[in-house]
């Protein structure tokens, strides 16, 4: 196992867009399984939460920063067994959620990223793509954010689930957002 990698436990989350499907890798703290449903991870007060719970959550604040054109489609947590292993797929659940944005301006290969500090003084990147702009690319303060970008950090940020930094330790500080275009999509979507 590496440094800052995804040990011990993540979860993907599938969407697509107008333009493209995409898959977005967050970590979390260990996955364990439930009786029943999802299973469960300890949140950072060490008590359990539903996995499904934390992954509805996230989604219903992040809906609202993309347009009705993007679906999130299903999710999947991986787990692993040991530092040493490789991740093994332990649960999926399907979303079919709709983005809700009125947002206008370019979208096409947009990237939004949001940058954070753990407790740990680590990198938490949390990045969307295809998402409306109103036209406005450049770097945004955490006291520019508006109330959905403000919903997103409170629910990544919060101790009552388990998001994780890479470095184990719980994304905590808001440093900013960049938005910007994501090279890589310009090509795939064979944008000038």
Same mark, same amino acid.
């Given at each position: 196992?590496?440094?800052?990698?995804? !040990?011990? =436990?993540?979860?993907?989350?599938?969407?697509?867009?107008?333009?493209?499907?995409? #898959?977005?890798?967050?970590?979390?703290?260990? *996955?364990?399984?439930?009786?029943?449903?999802?299973?469960?991870?300890?949140?950072?007060?060490?008590?359990? %939460?539903?996995? =499904?719970?934390?992954?509805?959550?996230?989604?219903?604040?992040?809906? %609202? /920063?993309?347009?009705?054109?993007?679906?999130? @489609?299903?999710?999947?947590? *991986?787990? $692993?067994? @040991?530092? @040493?292993?490789?991740?093994?797929?332990?649960?999926?659940?399907? /979303?079919?959620?709709?983005?809700? =944005?009125?947002?206008?301006?370019? =979208?096409?290969?947009?990237?939004?990223?949001?940058?954070?500090?753990?407790?740990? !003084?680590?990198?938490?990147? $949390? #990045?969307?793509?295809?998402?409306?702009?109103?036209? !406005?690319?450049?770097?945004?303060?955490?006291?520019?954010?508006?109330?959905? $970008?403000?919903?997103?950090?409170?629910?990544?940020?919060?101790?009552?689930?388990? *998001?994780?930094?890479?470095?184990?330790?719980?994304?905590?500080? %808001?440093?900013?957002?960049?938005?910007?275009?994501?090279?890589? /999509?310009?090509?795939?979507?064979?944008?000038?």
């Amino acid at each position: 196992m590496t440094a800052n990698g995804l !040990f011990p =436990s993540f979860v993907k989350m599938f969407y697509h867009s107008a333009f493209a499907a995409h #898959v977005r890798t967050i970590p979390t703290r260990a *996955w364990y399984p439930g009786i029943a449903g999802n299973g469960f991870y300890n949140n950072w007060f060490e008590l359990p %939460v539903d996995a =499904s719970d934390m992954i509805d959550a996230l989604v219903a604040v992040e809906k %609202v /920063l993309h347009p009705p054109t993007t679906i999130f @489609d299903y999710w999947e947590i *991986w787990n $692993y067994p @040991d530092p @040493d292993a490789l991740p093994q797929p332990v649960q999926t659940g399907s /979303l079919a959620v709709v983005g809700t =944005s009125a947002g206008t301006g370019w =979208s096409e290969a947009v990237e939004q990223t949001f940058m954070l500090r753990t407790t740990g !003084f680590g990198i938490f990147k $949390y #990045v969307l793509l295809d998402v409306p702009t109103d036209n !406005f690319f450049g770097k945004v303060a955490p006291a520019s954010f508006t109330t959905p $970008y403000n919903n997103l950090m409170a629910k990544l940020t919060d101790e009552n689930w388990a *998001w994780s930094g890479r470095d184990n330790f719980r994304p905590s500080i %808001v440093k900013q957002a960049t938005i910007t275009l994501n090279e890589k /999509l310009r090509r795939s979507y064979h944008l000038t």
